[in-house]
């Protein structure tokens, strides 16, 4: 069982066509079929069920699935393995980090690290933080520098490297600007702009006022932080922002509550051999 053809079961499985998933493997789609053919003779059974243009696993694939996706991830750890033992820094480095602290954290980091090893070849993604621990638990991703998650991830290794203060604020033509201090309660009687539900940071300040046992007029939600910042400052709801993104476009309220706080750090899959790459960005950002 050759790790092509694994690989080109694989691509079919995920895009549901042999001409996507030669696409993605910069092969002909003949050479798809004849890796799936080779694949299914030496398995003894079919992978795939063929109605009209709608291909789907059989039985069997979707028992070969998970064990392919294993095999593939034990190879690659051992190359790598075999790569560090040269202690060269070189290579791909799969790395994803949400919007905001690939804006306003990793540039420094992004800068020092490609001068000290222009030899590593950065694939860096743009993702939520929720997607990003996703691909880190399934091998997709070697790393990601995010939000962390309010609770431990079995498998994954999680180093937390910033605290992001949030902020709570609003417009300075909102109600609520002129108010010198505020409670919980009182921001429940105006709509608010959040991040997306279900989001780690939304999580957080749920959180917060759901042990106050209180509820939140979500007015609009968004991933993009930047985004939630516009909506607030042209007065669609008071909203909690990074420390860093507050500007005079915004006024920053007192809430008689302590403040709340966003773990932002680096995670790693545990039972994953790190690339050289990876060694050396951790020490960057830890440094």
């Not at 939000?147 to 999680?158: D, R, Y």
């Not at 516009?230 to 922002?241: A, D």
Request: charged share 20%; with cysteine; aromatic share 6%.
């Amino acid at each position: 069982m050759d790790t092509q053809s694994l690989q080109a079961f694989l691509a079919v499985a995920e895009t549901q066509s042999f001409s996507r998933a030669a696409e993605q493997l910069y092969l002909t789609q003949p050479a798809v079929s004849k890796r799936i053919a080779t694949l299914e003779s030496l398995v003894g059974t079919r992978l795939f069920d063929r109605i009209g243009r709608r291909i789907s696993l059989t039985e069997a694939g979707h028992l070969l699935l998970p064990q392919a996706k294993r095999i593939l991830l034990a190879v690659e750890d051992s190359r790598r393995a075999l790569a560090n033992l040269s202690g060269q820094v070189g290579g791909q480095l799969t790395l994803a980090t949400s919007h905001h602290i690939g804006l306003h954290r990793l540039p420094p980091v992004l800068k020092n690290y490609t001068q000290r090893h222009p030899e590593v070849e950065l694939d860096l993604h743009f993702l939520d933080s929720e997607f990003a621990y996703q691909g880190v638990q399934d091998g997709t991703l070697e790393m990601a520098v995010v939000t962390l998650a309010p609770h431990p991830v079995e498998q994954l290794n999680v180093v937390n490297l910033w605290h992001d203060r949030l902020c709570f604020v609003c417009a300075p033509d909102h109600p609520l600007a002129q108010a010198a201090i505020l409670s919980l309660e009182a921001l429940c009687h105006y709509k608010c702009v959040l991040p997306s539900a279900k989001t780690f940071t939304r999580t957080l300040i749920e959180q917060r006022f759901a042990k106050a046992g209180l509820s939140l007029q979500v007015s609009m939600a968004t991933n993009y932080l930047e985004t939630l910042k516009m909506m607030c400052s042209v007065g669609l709801g008071w909203s909690l922002l990074p420390e860093g993104m507050i500007n005079s476009e915004l006024v920053e309220l007192k809430i008689d509550t302590p403040p709340i706080y966003r773990p932002l750090g680096y995670l790693v899959h545990t039972n994953r051999t790190l690339s050289n790459a990876a060694i050396k960005m951790i020490e960057a950002l830890e440094g």
